[in-house]
């Protein structure tokens, strides 16, 4: 029972953190910048669940961040949980693939999350959408994929703490490889 408690103090710690940095990203950024598009602030939480917890609670922890999220954007439910599924499996995909223990690794994943979290969405409104996008905001994407790894090193940090304090161990097939 108390396993229980631990691991779902953790998942409520990875959400919460999910949650501010989402608010932060979609009220105060555009309070101090306008609309100059900012970093995807919450996808190094996602990205860290992916690349150090197993399959099976990357895939829930994926649902659960879309449900959390779902507050804060006009995209669909739906679209937003195949969307955050599949960026989740694939930062899994290429941590099997590619992987090596530093910060740049880190800053590296989550650059390409941010990228393809929008091809992702691009994608699932012409395969589940009731309107598909049809005028991409190609350079937004580009600079939004460029400032999220500005925040890689810092929250990893962060997150290892949230590990270390709800005593979660990261899985233990990670280790620097090229496969």
């Given at each position: 029972?108390?396993?229980?408690?631990?691991?779902?103090?953790?998942?409520?710690?990875?959400?919460?953190?999910?949650?501010?940095?989402?608010?932060?990203?979609?009220?105060?950024?555009?309070?101090?910048?306008?609309?100059?598009?900012?970093?995807?602030l919450?996808?190094?939480?996602?990205?860290?669940?992916?690349?150090?917890?197993?399959?099976?609670?990357?895939?829930?922890?994926?649902?659960?961040?879309?449900?959390?999220?779902?507050?804060?954007?006009?995209?669909?439910?739906?679209?937003?949980?195949?969307?955050?599924?599949?960026?989740?499996?694939?930062?899994?995909?290429?941590?099997?693939?590619?992987?090596?223990?530093?910060?740049?690794?880190?800053?590296?994943?989550?650059?390409?999350?941010?990228?393809?979290?929008?091809?992702?969405?691009?994608?699932?409104?012409?395969?589940?959408?009731?309107?598909?996008?049809?005028?991409p905001?190609?350079?937004?994407?580009?600079?939004?994929?460029?400032?999220?790894?500005?925040?890689?090193?810092?929250?990893?940090?962060?997150?290892?703490?949230?590990?270390?304090?709800?005593?979660?161990?990261?899985?233990g097939?990670?280790?620097?490889?090229?496969?």
């Amino acid at each position: 029972m108390k396993e229980r408690l631990i691991l779902a103090a953790n998942v409520a710690l990875f959400l919460g953190a999910t949650l501010l940095l989402g608010t932060l990203q979609t009220s105060l950024w555009f309070q101090i910048f306008g609309y100059f598009p900012g970093p995807a602030l919450w996808i190094p939480c996602l990205v860290y669940v992916a690349l150090y917890r197993s399959t099976l609670e990357t895939i829930i922890y994926a649902y659960l961040t879309a449900f959390v999220l779902a507050t804060l954007t006009a995209m669909p439910e739906g679209i937003l949980m195949v969307t955050c599924l599949a960026l989740a499996l694939s930062a899994q995909v290429f941590k099997h693939r590619i992987y090596w223990a530093s910060a740049s690794y880190a800053m590296l994943i989550c650059g390409l999350s941010a990228l393809f979290f929008q091809v992702f969405h691009w994608g699932a409104t012409f395969v589940i959408g009731d309107q598909p996008m049809t005028s991409p905001a190609v350079i937004d994407w580009v600079i939004e994929a460029l400032l999220t790894p500005l925040a890689a090193p810092i929250l990893f940090p962060v997150f290892h703490w949230f590990d270390h304090i709800t005593g979660r161990d990261p899985e233990g097939d990670v280790t620097a490889r090229v496969s």
